[in-house]
Nanobody, 122 residues
Framework: QVQLVESGGGLVQPGGSLRLSCAFS????????MGWYRQAPGKQRELVAGIGSDGITNYADSVKGRFTISRDNAKKTVYLQMNSLTPEDTDVYYCNAPISRSVWYGRFAFVWGQGTKVTVTS
């Protein structure tokens, strides 16, 4: 069974940066569209950024210009570079692969990992 392991979260001051990583344990990674999602307690999980197998990216309006998603297929890892962080970015961040090739929600290919907690506070 494929596992997704998120890491890189932590405590950071407003304006700071973090780089999240999502390691994929399966054999074939490059074919999947991969997304970073975040979820606050009591709220629905929302897409932060997604990257297709072709490298085309998609961002939530709230993070455009601040976050950058990338992938390294050789390392089977997807990254999220987060700059200019604000307290509103405080959440648990998860990665996963949507089954749909046209939307970023719905059913997902893998069991959700534990996520990585990001806390932005002064």
């Amino acid at each position: 069974q494929v596992q997704l392991v998120e890491s890189g979260g932590g405590l950071v001051q407003p304006g700071g940066s973090l780089r999240l990583s999502c390691a994929f344990s399966g054999n074939i990674f490059s074919i999947y569209r991969m997304g970073w999602y975040r979820q606050a307690p009591g709220k629905q999980r929302e897409l932060v950024a997604g990257i297709g197998s072709d490298g085309i990216t998609n961002y939530a309006d709230s993070v455009k210009g601040r976050f950058t998603i990338s992938r390294d297929n050789a390392k089977k890892t997807v990254y999220l570079q987060m700059n200019s962080l604000t307290p509103e970015d405080t959440d648990v961040y998860y990665c996963n692969a949507p089954i749909s090739r046209s939307v970023w929600y719905g059913r997902f290919a893998f069991v959700w990992g534990q996520g990585t907690k990001v806390t932005v506070t002064s």
